[in-house]
């Protein structure tokens, strides 16, 4: 996504942050947020909200009823993108409010590749050793890559973790390589 989008996705996330935190509705948003991008996603909904055929009051109508439990700030928010023909940007208003949220709860997430399927206990494992790595709480998105051999490869934020066997390979490989 350019960086314009991006840009303009995050000052709408920080302005919907700041409103969360003056009410002490966080949750609340990040439910929301979650709701309004789930039907923005829609294929057939993108496409209504798009269409320069149909009125800005039939789309608003529209989307108030596929929101019918929406509070009055997320259904403005909805009428604003509309009106402004943003609303295309809701998935990453959405993910960056998130990101907003994790930080101000202290979460750090990680994005956690291993070879094959971690259990549970693993799981807790390296949530436990990446959060004492990390001093913050750390939850991790677990995937697969039978790629990487064994091991597995944590990625928090821009920081990289590589404990991977096909990792360790490469650096013995590039050791052992003639300068």
Known sequence: MPATKSGTAKRYAEAVFEIAKTRGSFDRWSEELDRIAHIQRDQDIAILMSAPTVGMSQKEAFLAKALPDASPEALNLVRILLRR???????DIASHYK???????????????????????????????????????????????????????????????????RGRLDALKRRLAPA
Do not use: C, Y
Request: aromatic residues 2%; proline residues 3%.
């Open 85 to 91: 023909g943003r609303f295309v940007l809701v998935p």
């Open 99 to 165: 990101e907003m949220l994790n930080r101000h709860n202290g979460i750090a997430v990680a994005h956690v590749t291993s070879a094959v399927p971690l259990t549970v206990e693993e799981l807790k494992a390296v949530e436990l050793r990446l959060s004492a790595m990390t001093g913050r709480r750390v939850v991790v998105e677990a995937s697969v890559d039978r790629a990487i051999l064994g091991g597995i490869i944590a990625r928090i934020g821009d920081q990289l973790i590589d404990g991977s066997v």
